[in-house]
């Protein structure tokens, strides 16, 4: 018995491939590329929006169907063209989730959000406020930085967090002011 190993076939061993590593990749890819983009001296984290996670997905969900469709048109010319448009599609949202970060530095605090191509730089003069609202055991604890401007930041209080916290009380020493704690309680 001979294997028949068609380019149709695969085609679409290509796409459960991407379908399985992109589940694994979603997690790394983000904040690495944001890493390397972003990240300069005086730096010291650069964070990357929760919404980054959905806009890469699409950017693997389009080289997914990239790929499916090679096999569903069975490599006709009409598939390939449709493929080919489906991975040019895939950069844009690649493209715009490496260009949404929240930068922590020595100078100051850096926000670009998704779907923008605007830029804010908070320095730390401009932090009005910031408080540290611990929940209890099994919630999420989280740091809020309100700026003169009446904007304001949520970080989740994680691993990530936790690098820059000593930078950040220094940094805050410096302008006079301190996190402000405060116990969340849910009754």
């Known amino acids: 018995m001979t ?11 290509i796409s459960i491939v991407i379908a399985i590593l992109s ?12 890493d390397i983009v972003h990240y300069s001296s005086g730096v010291w ?27 569903i048109f069975n490599m006709k010319k009409r598939g390939i063209y449709l493929s080919i448009a489906c991975v040019l599609l ?5 493209y715009m989730g490496s260009q949404s970060y929240l930068i922590f530095s020595n ?14 730089d908070y320095t730390w003069n401009d932090v009005k406020s910031v408080t540290f609202y611990e929940g209890e055991e099994g919630e999420r604890s989280e740091y809020v930085f309100i700026f003169h401007d009446g ?24 302008v006079n002011l301190r996190v402000d704690r405060v116990m969340l309680d849910s009754h």
Request: hydrophobic share 55%; proline share 5%.
């Open 3 to 13: 294997k028949n190993y068609e380019p149709r076939h695969i085609a679409l061993a």
């Open 23 to 34: 589940l694994f990749l979603i997690i790394f890819i983000p904040q690495t590329v944001a």
């Open 45 to 71: 984290h650069v964070f990357v929006p929760k919404e980054n996670l959905i806009v890469y997905g699409i950017g693997f969900f389009l080289l997914f169907l990239a790929s499916l469709i090679l096999f």
């Open 90 to 94: 895939s950069l844009i949202p690649f």
């Open 107 to 120: 100078d100051s605090i850096s926000l670009s959000p998704i779907l923008s191509s605007k830029v804010t």
């Open 151 to 174: 904007h304001s930041i949520t970080l989740e209080d994680n691993a990530y967090f936790q690098k820059i916290v000593t930078n950040l009380e220094i940094k805050l020493a410096e």
